[in-house]
């Protein structure tokens, strides 16, 4: 899209921001980023985008700027609330977000991916299915690389691949997806939204501008309301009648045609079951053939920090699921697991409780070692499900782990929330784990 002669502020100076203001500079528009953030963290950024003919002001000099725009971009990582978004909107500025700047500049097909789990499997795995397929696609949004970046070289694409997040939803316009997937959904950022009917809301925008020409692949047990576009469902619980569905020793059936066992492939669980029923659901959608598909699926490797595998030492097995960062996530964690388990979990209060996983606590947990600001609501929610231990640090949960676990356990690091209390990201938090782990010295039996 052109956009030469507009004057556009950019709301944002992370990854997503820069890329924003990169697409808008090289589509002719005058460009002011904002960020009211650490001046220090983002001066590299700064530069470059100086020297690309941005103008930058950061830290209060960007809440003290005022200038005229014909539109500003919202990078997803900024609450709308806040006052670096709240000053254009009052001063009657129109805002997009940054989903919807790349969309519409985007020249090729877009698959959205949306829902409170499995979002980052389910967009990272179509891409390699749609590739196997000969189908040029690439992977991104909230799964790292920024739409704004593939949108720039869309021109040589088959297909974009979008993880999209509720808060970069609440911010889209004529955003369109060719295909929008749902992958589930259960309560989550309830420190951002007021109930989960208004978090439900934002997600449900995916939908909103699809027509009769575009597909929906959803999961089959979804409350949805009514749909324009033609559906594909999907559902690894017996029972619900899906297009994609979960047959006995776990073999995906589609259309009543068994396709692909899941212990053929590196992913584990209903829930990655789920995942690729998705990507294969949305591969057809595009035009792939399932037998082009099921290659890559077999092949495809699950992102880190997802129920990942770290090692196994004295008879105990240790697993990184740091990406576990709401209630929904951790029942499917643990339902995953074979045996007994010792759970770390725990983070930064996000506005809900643990008790609604009491119960599959009880079942499966035998002992859980509690982190974070949230531990002491999670021991009372606890309380009668499985035994609680506190504890200040992660380095000294992984400890107590250690010299709880037994032969045969597995300590499953499963927060159920997310990790801004102690960390920079789940990523932070997961590695660290990892490290923490790799550190342990096998028990010596004694003699």
């Given amino acids: 899209m052109d956009y030469t002669g507009k004057h556009v502020a950019v709301l944002g100076l992370g990854r997503s921001g820069a890329a924003a203001a990169r697409l808008l500079l090289a589509s002719g528009a005058a460009v002011t980023v904002l960020d009211s953030g650490e001046p220090a963290s983002r001066h590299e950024a700064a530069e470059t985008l100086s020297s690309r003919g941005a103008r930058v002001f950061l830290g209060n000099d960007a809440l003290r700027c005022v200038q005229e725009f014909d539109f500003a971009v919202l990078s997803p990582g900024i609450d709308p609330v806040m006052p670096l978004a709240r000053r254009p909107v009052e ?7 940054e989903i919807e700047l790349a969309f519409r500049s985007c020249l090729c097909p877009v698959v959205a991916v ?32 920024p739409f704004s970046e593939v949108a720039a070289r869309s021109g040589s694409l088959d297909a974009a691949v979008v993880e999209i997040s509720s808060f970069q939803l609440e911010t889209t316009d004529v955003f369109r997806p060719r295909v929008a997937v749902w992958t589930n959904f259960s309560a989550n950022h309830l420190d951002r ?9 934002a997600k449900l925008r995916i939908f909103d501008r699809q027509t009769g020409d575009d597909f929906a692949v959803v ?3 979804a409350e949805l309301p009514a749909l324009r576009a033609r559906r594909v469902t999907f559902s690894a619980v017996p029972g619900i009648e899906a297009d994609f569905t979960l047959g006995p020793g776990e073999m995906i059936v589609h259309q009543d045609v068994p396709v692909l066992a899941m212990g053929e492939t ?24 399932m037998a082009a598909m099921l290659p890559a699926a077999r092949a495809y490797a699950p992102p880190a920090h997802r129920c990942e595998f770290i090692r196994e030492t004295g008879g105990v097995t240790w697993i990184n699921d740091s990406k576990s960062t709401n209630l929904d996530a951790l029942a499917q964690a643990l339902r995953s697991q074979s045996g007994r388990v ?3 979990a725990g ?3 996000k506005g809900f409780g643990f008790a609604p996983v009491a119960d599959l606590v009880k079942e499966r947990v035998r002992d ?54 102690m960390f920079r990201s789940y990523e932070e938090r997961g590695n660290l784990f990892k490290q923490l782990t790799q550190m342990i010295q096998p028990t010596n039996p004694i003699s």
């Avoid at 000969?134 to 790292?144: L, Q, S, Y």
């Fill in 114 to 145: 949306t829902g409170t789990n499995g979002k980052t499997t389910t967009t990272g795995l179509l891409a390699a299915l749609l590739a196997a397929a000969g189908i040029k696609a690439e992977a991104c949004g909230n799964i790292g690389l």
């Fill in 347 to 349: 983070g930064k209060n």
């Fill in 193 to 201: 939204y007021p109930d989960v009917t208004s978090y439900r809301a």
């Fill in 266 to 289: 590196g992913l584990r669980g209903p829930h990655n079951a789920e995942n690729l029923m998705a990507a294969l659901g949305a591969g057809l959608c595009l035009g792939a053939g």
């Fill in 342 to 344: 010792v759970l770390i």
């Fill in 368 to 421: 859980a070692v509690l982190i974070g600001e949230m531990r002491e609501s999670i021991a009372r929610d606890w309380a009668q499900a499985t035994s609680c231990h506190p504890a200040d640090s992660l380095d000294e949960a992984v400890a107590q782990a250690h010299s709880l676990a037994c032969p045969g356990d597995t300590v499953l690091f499963s927060p159920g929330t997310s990790s801004f209390d």
């Fill in 219 to 221: 999961n089959a047990r």
């Fill in 91 to 97: 001063a009657g500025i129109p805002l997009l977000g």
